[in-house]
């Protein structure tokens, strides 16, 4: 063998896996460098979810738009529920948008390590990764249904203003929202399975407690800032006000919903670092 040969062989990198060094050790070093893996996890998903499906897509549209019409009966027709002032199906409509993405972002998540239990147990790669990539994937469905939204836009003849261009920093949080969550609920999941049984249950009743099929305005004040402690509502107010031009959000509540999100986030990230050394022993 000759020298280059061996000095070539002497340069490979190593790659050195560590415990935890602490209790804010969240590796992001190396989830970073594996944004590769997230991007073909989320796309595995996408391709999983409407493979040999009859009609594809639309199925990302079906939900929301039988919801809406559901609630539009419900609400508008037989309990007169308010809508800030614009036809209530496009009300409701603006508010599935995130929640539908919200919910199947919980939905995928929730069970991602169990549900990958082979890759899990078989390979070292940031555990992070199956939650954040299970996350991300909905975001093909939400664009489709944001579509749908402008086309329901144009028919009311509704046009976005400048706050419109706000839109993607409450996207951000609804997906911080998501992340937060899922980093608790699959964690759990590997230990309890009940959690996947719970889950439908925690959503349903979460979407009841988000002005999904009503508007905030209909919280009493004294309320509004316990009801700001759930970050959807804000999320869900903010994209109607960057859509539909509803009433500005309370930016005092917005800002409760942001710091209760980035602390349900931060504390959930040291929480999946803390138990994810026992995954594999028990996925």
Do not use: H
């Not at 070093?29 to 991007?39: D, F, G, H, Q, T």
């Not at 796309?43 to 897509?57: E, F, H, L, N, S």
């Not at 710091?259 to 929480?271: C, D, K, N, Q």
């Amino acid at each position: 063998m000759s020298e280059s040969s061996v000095y070539a062989l002497s340069r490979k990198p190593t790659a050195v896996i560590q415990p935890a060094r602490g209790f804010l050790d969240l590796d992001l070093v190396s989830l970073y460098r594996s944004w590769e893996l997230v991007y073909f996890l989320a796309w595995r998903d996408v391709k999983v979810r409407y493979k040999q499906t009859a009609i594809g897509v639309a199925w990302a549209v079906i939900q929301p738009v039988v919801t809406m019409l559901l609630f539009t009966l419900l609400f508008s027709r037989l309990s007169n529920v308010p809508s800030d002032g614009v036809p209530y199906p496009i009300f409701a409509f603006a508010a599935l948008l995130p929640w539908t993405y919200f919910s199947q972002a919980i939905g995928r998540s929730g069970t991602s390590l169990v549900n990958n239990a082979g890759l899990v147990t078989k390979v070292y790669f940031p555990r992070l990764a199956i939650p954040i990539a299970a996350v991300l994937a909905p975001l093909v469905d939400f664009v489709v249904t944001l579509a749908i939204l402008m086309l329901m836009m144009a028919y009311y003849r509704i046009v976005p203003g400048w706050p419109f261009f706000v839109l993607p920093l409450f996207l951000l949080m609804c997906v911080a929202t998501a992340l937060a969550a899922s980093l608790w609920l699959s964690a759990l999941c590997v230990r309890y399975r009940d959690v996947a049984v719970v889950i439908p249950f925690l959503l349903q009743v979460w979407m009841y407690a988000s002005p999904v099929a009503y508007p905030a305005s209909v919280i009493p004040e004294r309320w509004r800032a316990l009801y700001s402690l759930n970050p959807m509502a804000g999320v869900i107010d903010g994209f109607r006000w960057a859509l539909l031009g509803t009433d500005m959000p309370d930016w005092r509540m917005m800002g409760i919903s942001g710091v209760a999100v980035a602390v349900l986030l931060f504390v959930g990230a040291i929480y999946f670092r803390q138990t994810e050394q026992t995954f594999a022993d028990v996925v």
